[in-house]
C-alpha cells in the first residue's frame, strides 16, 4: 500500500494553461519561486477557437505544470491572478502512473499547503 503525501501519482496533478508568448517564462518563474509548483514546460503552440462569436487563430505557449494536487486550487488561484486573459484556459489532470522517483521530486520540490 502507497503512503499518502510521500510523492505517489495519487498526490500529483498536471495543470495546463495557455498564455501569451511574451509571458510564458515570467509567469511560469512566479509560481517556482512561491514554491508552488516544481516544474513548468513551456511549448509553442497554435490555438484555435471561438472567443465573443469570433473565429480566433493565435500563436500562444502552453504551460505543462506539475505540482502537488493538494496545491492544485492555490495555483489556479495565483495563475489566474496574473494571467493576462479574461478567461484563461486552466485545466487540471490527475496523474495516474508515474516514474516514482520524480513523483516524490515534485513532492519535495513544492511546499507544504
Known amino acids: 500500500m502507497e503512503k499518502r503525501g510521500t510523492g505517489t501519482a495519487r498526490d500529483i496533478c498536471v495543470l495546463y494553461s495557455t498564455v501569451p508568448p511574451n509571458r510564458s517564462a515570467d509567469l511560469a518563474k512566479r509560481l517556482l519561486e512561491k514554491n508552488l509548483v516544481a516544474c513548468v514546460n513551456i511549448t ?3 490555438s484555435l477557437y471561438r472567443w465573443k462569436g469570433e473565429a480566433c487563430d493565435e500563436d500562444e505557449h502552453l504551460l505543462i505544470i506539475k505540482t502537488r ?3 492544485a486550487e492555490q495555483v489556479i488561484r495565483a495563475l489566474k491572478d ?8 486552466i485545466i487540471a489532470l490527475p496523474v495516474l502512473a508515474g516514474y516514482a522517483p520524480y513523483l516524490e521530486w515534485v513532492h ?5 499547503p
Request: hydrophobic residues 20%; glycine residues 0%; charged residues 45%.
Open 108 to 112: 519535495r520540490e513544492t511546499r507544504e
Open 82 to 89: 496574473m494571467h493576462p486573459y479574461e478567461v484563461p484556459e
Open 69 to 71: 494536487r493538494e496545491l
Open 44 to 46: 509553442p503552440v497554435r
